[in-house]
């Protein structure tokens, strides 16, 4: 089974951005789709970007659109976040997950992602 680590966390300034990478080992990355998560202190956790086997992004909901965007490169087993103009509301611990969806397969709904990282903080601060 796939596993997943993220890395890239930490602070950055409001209005400044960040790329997370979140990595696959044990796994051919291009059989499922990834999504991105994240929880801020005293929140639920909330799905908001992920991107199909076949390289198509979704947006679960409005807070990700027009920010931050999403890129896989299956040669490498990797999924990178891009994170721009950043504010306070974006701090939070940030969770790459994978869920198999086959080699063209769509965007699940995000509660359907079975395989977790360990998660990166973000935090926006001056």
């Known amino acids: 089974q796939v596993q997943l680590v993220e890395s890239g966390g930490g602070l950055v300034q409001p209005g400044g951005s960040l790329r997370l990478s979140c990595v696959a080992s044990?796994?051919?990355?291009?059989?499922?789709?990834i999504g991105w998560f994240r929880q801020a202190p005293g929140k639920e956790r909330e799905g908001f970007l992920c991107?199909?086997?076949?390289?198509?992004?979704?947006y679960y909901g409005d807070s990700a659109k027009g920010r931050f965007t999403i890129a896989r490169d299956n040669a490498k087993n990797t999924v990178y976040l891009q994170m721009n103009k950043m504010n306070s509301d974006d701090t939070a611990v940030y969770y790459c997950a994978a869920v198999a969806t086959g080699w063209s397969g769509g965007c699940p709904s995000s509660d359907l992602f079975d395989i977790w990282g360990q998660g990166t903080q973000v935090t926006v601060s001056s």
């Open positions: 991107i199909s086997s076949s390289d198509s992004p979704w």
């Open positions: 044990g796994g051919t990355l291009g059989y499922y789709a």
